[in-house]
């Protein structure tokens, strides 16, 4: 497979790095976040490789369970107290495994990705999900990589 493809995505959010202790990234402050999702497949319908209509909207899908939220690593010590409080005026709240860094939103969507369209890894030989970029600013980025589950298929013979 050696098409990439790139679809761009947007989300606004809130979040902090409860590490940060002396930093100001401990606070609760906000971003507007720009995604990029790669995929990878092999050219077909006359030379495409997605319809891109298609692959926006399953993106946009797996943005949306991010913008306007409040994202915490689910360990903060801050989630007990703005949990009842987040859920008693309705507002959006994203607990994540992992302190909700640029690279854990990368992994997170990508896996979430992956999960809400099983399908696009399933049939290997045509179109997979292989990066998904995230940028907290104009300057900075982190990038998840998927491994091709080919390649752990073929590590078996
Ligand atoms: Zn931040």
Redesign the pocket.
């Known amino acids: 497979m050696n098409n990439i493809v790139k679809v761009t995505g947007t989300f606004e959010a809130a979040?902090r790095?409860s590490f940060d202790e002396h930093g100001s990234?401990s606070n609760i402050?906000g971003?507007s976040y720009k995604t990029h999702f790669f995929f990878i497949g092999e050219l077909s319908k006359g030379s495409m490789v997605v319809d891109f209509r298609i692959v926006k909207k399953l993106v946009k899908e797996v943005t949306d369970k991010l913008d306007h939220c409040l994202i915490l690593f689910k360990d903060d010590s801050l989630l007990p107290a703005i949990k009842p409080l987040m859920s008693h005026f309705r507002m959006g709240l994203r607990e994540l495994d992992a302190e909700p860094t640029a690279e854990s939103l990368a992994r997170w969507l990508a896996t979430e990705f992956v999960k809400i369209n099983p399908g696009l890894l399933r049939d290997l030989d045509k179109l997979r999900l292989g990066a998904v970029e995230v940028s907290?600013t104009e300057t900075t980025m982190a990038r998840y990589v998927l491994r091709n589950p080919k390649d752990d298929q073929d590590d078996g013979k």
Do not use: Q
């Open positions: 979040h790095l990234c402050h971003h907290e």
